[in-house]
């Protein structure tokens, strides 16, 4: 086949008219199609870079809470020994009270330290001296029924958040049973771990828009948030049952909407090791995929642009043909009418 024989062979004109808008369409098809798997995939990295950070975030937070409640156990558990050796029950009201602000020395995620006897009041306390008129009593107090009510040391026990007996200020009880050098249960020690604390700390690990940090108890009411919440300190978290259900279905991350004001958000949940607590920080899911929607935006704005393109390019190739066709059509009409 020489040259000539092969333009012929490949002019437009040899080919179907619809085999070019079929060429285009599967064209642009191909395009849409992996723009589309384009944006599938940046949303799943998205979903996985979200799942990451906040994941990383909730451990180390979990680990700081666990290291902040040794510190404070440590000091209990020194309390508890002295109990057994007689040595609090030895010390008058002000020497306890002596004794217990030299232990308190260094604790600032804890607002105090205080003695409970047998019945129920209150000893001794680091925060002041003498203790308000009538002495406060916390005879039935779910810490202190717990503790009264085993037969041996149950531990370190940790309560839900509450305004302080002594100042209204929001904390949170850790405590432990005290028994006398016979063994016979002596009362409680405990420190009241600083709600405030915690939300100054989360506070200054400078948070992204639209994220939340909460420390709650295994029950599901909250000890800590930030930003914090009005009324919320002491109350279940209303999305508590869906991270565990969540969780327990092994889906990462964890995706929630909050009862409260409807917003969904992507989660991560992490429990404090050795403690009936767990670290649940959040972010919502309209902040976390600004980033995907902005791509996703460009990749729509480029993939029209280029179909638009492809579109105006088939439209113009095809009058381009008409136009061809149409003065084919007059030069054989013109040479046929030449020999007559």
């Given at each position: 086949?020489?040259?000539?024989?092969?333009?012929?062979?490949?002019?437009?004109?040899?080919?179907?008219?619809?085999?070019?808008?079929?060429?285009?369409?599967?064209?642009?098809?191909?395009?849409?199609?992996?723009a589309a798997h384009d944006i599938v995939r940046s949303y799943h990295q998205s979903v996985t870079a979200t799942r990451d950070e906040l994941g990383t975030r909730a451990r180390v937070i979990a680990e700081q809470t666990a290291r902040s409640l040794q510190a404070v156990d440590v000091v209990l558990r020194h309390l508890t020994e002295q109990s057994r050796l007689g040595v609090l029950a030895a010390m008058d009201d002000r020497s306890l009270h002596t004794y217990l602000s030299q232990q308190a020395v260094g604790l600032i995620q804890s607002a105090g330290l205080a003695v409970l006897n047998a019945s129920g009041q209150w000893r001794a306390t680091s925060a002041m001296f003498p203790l308000p008129e009538p002495v406060p009593d916390s005879s039935d107090l779910e810490l202190f029924r717990v503790h009264r009510g085993t037969c041996c040391d149950i531990g370190l026990y940790i309560g839900e958040a509450n305004p302080g007996q002594l100042d209204g200020v929001w904390v949170f009880p850790i405590t432990r049973r005290l028994e006398s050098s016979a063994g016979e249960f002596a009362g409680i020690v405990g420190a009241r771990g600083r709600v405030d604390y915690f939300q100054e700390f989360y506070r200054d690990i400078r948070l992204d828009p639209g994220t939340t940090i909460a420390l709650i108890h295994q029950s599901g009411s909250l000890l800590a948030r930030y930003p914090p919440r009005d009324g919320e300190l002491g109350k279940h978290l209303p999305y508590f049952e869906q991270l565990l259900a969540a969780r327990a279905a092994a889906q990462e991350p964890l995706q929630i909407s909050d009862p409260i004001d409807g917003v969904d958000r992507f989660g991560a949940f992490q429990s404090v090791l050795g403690y009936p607590l767990a670290v649940i920080v959040t972010r919502e899911a309209r902040v976390a995929l600004t980033p995907w929607r902005d791509q996703a935006f460009g990749t729509g704005v480029r993939t029209l642009a280029l179909s638009t393109l492809a579109v105006a390019l088939i439209v113009a190739l095809l009058r381009h043909l008409r136009r061809l066709d149409t003065a084919r059509a007059a030069l054989e009409t013109s040479q046929e009418r030449y020999p007559l």
């Open positions: 086949m020489n040259l000539t024989a092969l333009l012929r062979w490949c002019h437009p004109g040899r080919w179907p008219r619809r085999v070019i808008p079929w060429t285009g369409g599967l064209f642009i098809t191909v395009i849409a199609a992996m």
